[in-house]
């Protein structure tokens, strides 16, 4: 048997053994949008929330090792005037980005809320902090709401695997040992529901 054969066989069965084990035997707690918190600010729609339980030990490893870890965010803003026909107000996806300096020492994060600035510790916890907080996003002007209007907001956080080196990309298993999705956080929105 060539060694061609013996990494095919391999690949092959570590992904059935990913597919054989239930995902929830590594998740402990599923991640979710928790906290959230909307405000109209100087005319504008600006949101804060949580991602909890977005980080486990084996993404955690990941980040240490210097893999650049990306979660997206999907935010929607949709105003649904009658049964079916529903028009969107916002429908944005972000990146928050983490990224560890091994030579430094330090993690780097790169946050939707300051762009222009990259957030630099040397504290795995404070950073984690930075990648799971959402403090103040500015979404859009607040003349885009009716007055009589309600709509619906919707946010949703993910594991990017766009940034994944090709091995963690292509072989499922060692994948699936951190990868994490929300469910769709819902809340109603209108202009009176909203915070100073």
């Not at 054969?5 to 599923?30: D, E, M, N, Q």
């Not at 997206?72 to 079916?84: D, G, Q, Y």
């Not at 990224?99 to 993690?107: A, C, I, M, S």
């Amino acid at each position: 048997m060539t060694n061609i054969s013996r990494v095919t066989i391999l690949i092959l069965g570590l992904i059935l053994f990913a597919f054989l084990i239930p995902s929830h035997s590594y998740a402990k707690t599923k991640a979710s949008i928790q906290d959230m918190e909307v405000r109209k600010d100087d005319g504008i729609v600006s949101i804060g929330f949580v991602i909890e339980n977005c980080f486990n030990s084996k993404m955690e490893e990941a980040v240490l090792s210097g893999v650049p870890t990306t979660f997206h965010i999907r935010i929607i803003v949709e105003n649904r005037r009658w049964l079916f026909l529903k028009s969107n107000v916002l429908d944005v996806t972000l990146e928050r980005t983490i990224k560890y300096e091994r030579l430094k020492r330090e993690f780097r994060v790169i946050l939707p809320e300051t762009p222009q600035v990259v957030h630099t510790t040397t504290s795995f916890f404070e950073a984690k902090e930075w990648m799971s907080r959402v403090k103040d996003l500015a979404l859009f002007p607040l003349w885009r709401l009716e007055e009589d209007e309600e709509y619906t907001l919707r946010v949703k956080a993910e594991l990017s695997k766009v940034n994944l080196p090709l091995f963690f990309r292509y072989i499922l298993f060692f994948v699936s040992l951190w990868d994490f999705e929300t469910d769709w956080h819902k809340t109603r929105l209108s202009l009176d529901s909203m915070g100073p």
